[in-house]
């Protein structure tokens, strides 16, 4: 199989305490991304936007990867299919990001902030959703790395075109 044949990998990051609407948003998401075909893939936490998006994703039948910080597969939320336990702490951000061909990212904290920060600094597109942080980023903005979208509709408008250009 050659690497471009390969399955989309979806990088979906966001808090782990989260308003209902912000799950409800990552839920939807979750569920749009497999209902491309492609591949989910988040911190696999039982939690927020990871727990949301996971399970948004198993409800349209898609696929899922957990990055976990800590030493067991056991820590992962009931909707990952493939968890992947790293022992890094937070330094499974790094892991997170250079495994997405892209990085959606919905309001979260330092966790989230430095995987935005570690996707762009490794040259993967992200995408905000519901996040004003484009200012704080203009550089990014400017090279095309970085992108913004308000709905999951128009996020998943968004990686299709970037999916498009990457090709």
Known sequence: MALSDRRPIIGVMG???????????AFELGALIAAQGWILLNGGRDLGVMRASAEGAKSN???????????????????????IVTGLSDARNLVNVLS????????????????IALALKNGRPVILMRMEMDRIFKEYTISGLLHSAQTPEECIALVQQLLVAKN
């Open 100 to 115: 997405s061909d892209i990085v959606v990212a919905l309001p979260g904290s330092a966790g989230t902030m430095s995987e």
């Open 15 to 25: 808090g782990s305490r989260v308003s209902p609407d912000v799950a409800n948003m």
């Open 61 to 83: 039948g898609g696929l899922t990867i957990g990055i976990l910080p800590g030493n067991s597969k056991w820590d992962a939320n009931p909707f990952i299919d493939i968890p």
